[in-house]
């Protein structure tokens, strides 16, 4: 009877639910600092697993460090609550003005982890003993408290990439994420203030935080425009964060630069010579020309030189993200760099993954070009695995030609012989070649053919700002520090993603 009348005079049941809020904030945070340090370094598995392990190893800490804390317990746990919330609500914005004006991002990046898993750490114990001291009643509270806990876990996991980021940002995200927080222990402290021994003193923090953060969300696109003009060279005139990207334009003058999760994808001024080179080599080899199939190419600047060709009766377009496609169509910068070609009425979009489009594709192409991101990701890596490669195989005629952009030979020499060793595995000739492109350096391609080819017969057929016929021999001959041996590397495969371990060696190696 005594523990009946315990369990109805303490209002426990309000603290179960705060579990549930605070443990999925805690998983966003995990995810923020992944996914920041994923757009502004690169390695997911490398970021995310560091990030993982630390936090967790910040939680043990915090966990062992609640038993010093023999007294006041409410008050600890407001403590507790308004420092995750300002912690991790700045999370985001620490990372990005790191990268920006510190040397040693990592550091910082290392010290916020262990500081928000730390406090996250504590957060449970207390609970836990809150609730047992006044309802004394172990069992049910760790198994009520646990379930809670999972619980919180799984929709803060849910909400962050199918919610939060993409219709949020990171700023707002964290901002919002941190006003969960604050907002808890403003609950705790009005609901339960006669626990609390400096309840106004509280109230009045946790007021004068949760205002910072409401502010934060409120001018978090300014901020973001701020943070961006320092991350980029030119001025940004436009930012989106899309389902699956990051898309950032500059302008300085008449140089338009698109930029995708903080690499660039092309500059108004030298975009030709990367265009040229991706599309007028392959079709100048192709005996037909009716239907290609572009793999990526969401600018529509591709797309701009295929059109060229009067042979050409149908495009196919796949990119995963039509947000991106959308604002190349109505963008007046990007508009009038692709032509308008992304209106044309030989244009078929189909917003969809690469790999999985491949696999249930049954129509058959003259050409193909692979006009997709570097691989410095895991989601990226597939798209450059030789079974990517025999998808493509599969999708060509019998005298089909396929072309693969594939990094820089000079500055990642092992990633490009790479992309070049995995599809000769699938059966194709291939062929290199590479540009200088001013924006991104020495700029290599894969021409890949169901048979050899002679490279004194390849005629350009359409005009070109670059490309030259009596010069187009050049480049496909390599000086000695672009060439590696093939025998020294792996072909990339889906078990074995080799490919992104080179690329991401050549980044540290030029940063």
């Known amino acids: 009877m005594k523990q009946e009348k315990l369990q109805t005079e303490f209002p426990y049941r309000l603290l179960m639910l705060t579990t549930l809020m605070i443990s999925g904030c805690s998983m966003c945070y995990e995810l923020i600092i992944s996914a920041v340090s994923t757009y502004l370094v690169g390695d997911g598995i490398l970021q995310f697993s560091i990030t993982i392990g630390l936090y967790m190893f910040a939680m043990g800490i915090g966990s062992y460090l609640s038993k010093f804390i023999k007294n006041k317990l409410f008050d600890w746990f407001v403590f507790v609550e308004i420092g995750v919330g300002v912690l991790g609500g700045m999370s985001s914005l620490i990372l990005f003005f790191a990268n920006i004006y510190l040397v040693s991002y990592v550091l910082v990046m290392y010290v916020e982890i262990i500081a928000i898993g730390t406090l996250v750490g504590i957060e449970i114990p207390l609970l836990t003993r809150i609730i047992e001291e006044n309802t004394n009643n172990l069992r049910i509270t760790l198994s009520t408290i646990f379930c809670f806990d999972y619980i919180g876990g799984l929709v803060g996991s849910i909400l962050f990439p199918l919610l ?115 599309v007028h080599i392959p079709m100048s080899v192709a005996e037909k020309k009716q239907k290609i199939l572009i793999l990526g190419g969401g600018d529509g600047l591709a797309l701009r030189e295929v059109l060229k060709y009067s042979q050409v009766e149908q495009v196919t377009m796949v990119d995963l993200d039509g947000e991106m496609i959308d604002l190349c169509k109505s963008n007046q910068d990007i508009n009038k760099l692709n032509e308008g070609s992304l209106e044309s009425e030989k244009l078929q979009v189909i917003n969809m993954d690469a790999y999985k489009f491949l696999e249930n594709n049954t129509e058959l192409y003259d050409v193909i070009l692979v006009d997709l991101p570097d691989p410095n990701n895991e989601s990226l890596n597939k798209l450059y695995t030789n079974l990517f490669y025999r998808l493509c195989k599969k999708s060509l005629t019998e005298e089909g030609v396929m072309c693969v952009q594939s990094t820089s030979p000079y500055y990642a020499g092992k990633a490009f012989w790479c992309i070049n060793k995995t599809i000769e595995g699938e059966g194709f000739f291939v062929t290199p070649y590479h540009v200088q492109v001013p924006s991104f350096g020495d700029w290599g391609f894969q021409l890949a053919t169901t048979d050899n080819i002679k490279l004194e017969d390849i005629d350009l057929e359409v005009s070109t700002k670059y490309l030259e016929q009596n010069q187009l021999l050049g480049i496909f001959a390599f000086a000695k520090d672009e060439i590696v041996d093939k025998n020294t590397l792996y072909a990339n495969t889906l078990s074995r993603p080799q490919l992104m371990t080179y690329y991401m060696e050549a980044e540290e190696s030029w940063d």
């Open 164 to 278: 939060l980021l993409p219709k949020l940002g990171y700023f707002s995200t964290t901002f919002l994420v941190g006003s969960v927080n604050l907002a808890v222990a403003l609950i705790i402290i009005i609901r339960y203030k006669k626990y609390v021994t400096l309840e106004k003193m509280w109230r009045l923090i946790g007021i004068i935080c949760l205002g910072i953060m409401i502010l934060g969300m409120f001018y978090s696109e300014n901020i973001a425009r701020e943070v961006e003009n320092g991350l980029y060279r030119d001025k940004v005139v436009l930012s989106k964060q899309t389902k699956y990207q990051n898309i950032v334009m500059t302008k300085h003058k008449d140089d338009v630069r698109l930029f995708i999760n903080g690499n660039i994808q092309f500059s108004s001024m030298d975009e030709y010579r990367y265009h040229e080179a991706l």
